[in-house]
């Protein structure tokens, strides 16, 4: 009996530690790694899309090349499409046609084109030599943003030749289009942005980012802003519908490559040197929250259903998450809430990122071996992230074979 009172003793003095546990803020933890899950995949995966039933296509930059097709909730591919040698970029219209970067037996470069379920490429459409970006538009159009030749290409739906050519800056890396119509191209070289307006054959203004950001993935809202990553400035500038010049600047991780806009609004980062993608809430001014990932993340796509799936190139895996933010951490500012202060040392219109800072990763995330996929741990312990930076100010900072289409023996 002495036994019993002195345990529910002990029990009672415990809960107010658990009541406090159970309070305390959800901010502290990331609402996301908790379902979080590592993907194996085979070959290097590089390039990846999202296609209007919720089927990811995730390219393979090897000689043999390929495709791999992932539907909603497989933990492997459940197909695999036929490609040239080493596929990069890839991009999926509304009808479910698939465009893939590819090159011949001769190396050259060009498009495939595989029709909506198809296990081959049916069609190619000859490019220039050289690194080459897809976007599609919402009306099915695609924009190839060719770096070396600073030159955004336009194919209309159901073509299989170039329509036009749109001159650009100097490097433009990616391409966003925005719902009506308006192509933004981010010239990573130049520090600025290339303007085009619907239909146009020539830009109509360019807006300037910093020469010394090197503005690289771009996405558009669904309502009109523009963001773009910058990978050695690690912010975010956004510009609002119809401006023209950068609104603001959200602070983010390290060597921030891509972003993506979710239908409700909500932004994901890629962070390349964290490992980590910075999510910020519809309309917000700091990042609410950051979700670990595999080694160096890269490109990133968002579901039908709202899942986020990114690219760990380094990791040579998929990181998967349900987007949409769940609890205080997850809430956007309310209309006319100040901005948290930048604190020193930043630069005019930049704003720190909130909620979990990249440099102070929770966890990592656990590969299951074979092609299974482990939940992450949560946020069990604090990590320390040793890795190089990359190439100085002025040279691409992407790793060598991101943009090197030559046969890698790998």
């Known amino acids: 009996m002495t036994r019993r009172r002195s345990a529910a003793r002990t029990l009672l003095a415990g809960l107010p530690a658990v009541a406090a546990l159970l309070l305390a803020p959800a901010a502290v933890v990331p609402s996301f790694a908790d379902d979080a899950a590592v993907i194996e995949v085979t070959g290097q995966p590089l390039g990846v899309a999202a296609g209007a039933d919720g089927a990811v296509y995730v390219s393979d930059y090897n000689w043999v090349g390929g495709v791999s097709v992932f539907q909603p909730g497989e933990l492997q591919a459940s197909r695999q499409i036929k490609v040239g040698h080493f596929s990069t970029s890839v991009a999926v219209t509304p009808d479910g046609t698939l465009y893939v970067v590819q090159t011949t037996e001769a190396m050259q470069t060009e498009i495939g084109v ?13 490019l220039t030599q050289g690194t080459h970006w897809l976007t599609v538009a919402p009306d099915g159009s695609l924009y190839v943003a060719s770096p070396s030749e600073g030159t955004v290409s336009v ?60 503005p690289h993935g771009i996405a558009a809202g669904p309502d009109g802003t523009v963001y773009v990553a910058n990978v050695l400035s690690n912010d975010v500038a956004v510009i609002e519908p119809g401006g023209t010049a950068v609104a603001r600047k959200i602070r983010v991780g390290r060597e921030p490559q891509e972003v993506v806009a979710a239908p409700d609004g909500t932004l994901y980062v890629t962070n390349s040197a964290d490992n ?86 929770p966890a990592l995330p656990v590969v299951a071996a074979g092609a299974a996929a482990l939940l992450l741990a949560g946020a069990a312990a604090l990590v320390a992230l040793l890795r190089r930076r990359r190439k100085a100010v002025g040279e691409d900072p992407a790793p060598a074979w991101l943009f090197d289409q030559t046969p890698t023996g790998s």
């Open 276 to 361: 980590t993608v910075s999510v910020i809430p519809p309309g917000a001014e700091a990042v609410a929250e950051t979700v670990p990932t595999g080694d160096d993340p890269g490109r990133l796509a968002v579901r039908a259903d709202g899942s986020v799936v990114v690219v760990n190139r380094g990791g040579r895996s998929l990181t998967v998450f349900d987007g949409g933010l769940t609890g205080p951490a997850g809430t956007a500012p309310a209309p006319g809430a100040k901005a948290a202060d930048p604190g020193p040392g930043a630069e005019p219109g930049e704003v720190a990122s909130g909620g979990l800072s990249a440099g102070s990763l």
């Open 114 to 126: 595989v029709a909506p379920g198809a296990g081959e490429v049916s069609k190619t459409i000859p």
């Open 155 to 214: 194919v209309l739906p159901g073509e299989a030749r170039v329509e036009r050519v749109i001159e650009a800056g100097n490097y433009p890396v990616e391409a966003a289009v925005t719902a009506d119509g308006t192509v933004y191209a981010t010239n990573q070289h130049a520090g600025t942005v290339t303007v085009v307006p619907k239909g146009a054959a020539a830009p109509s203004h360019t807006i300037a980012v910093g020469r010394t950001s090197g």
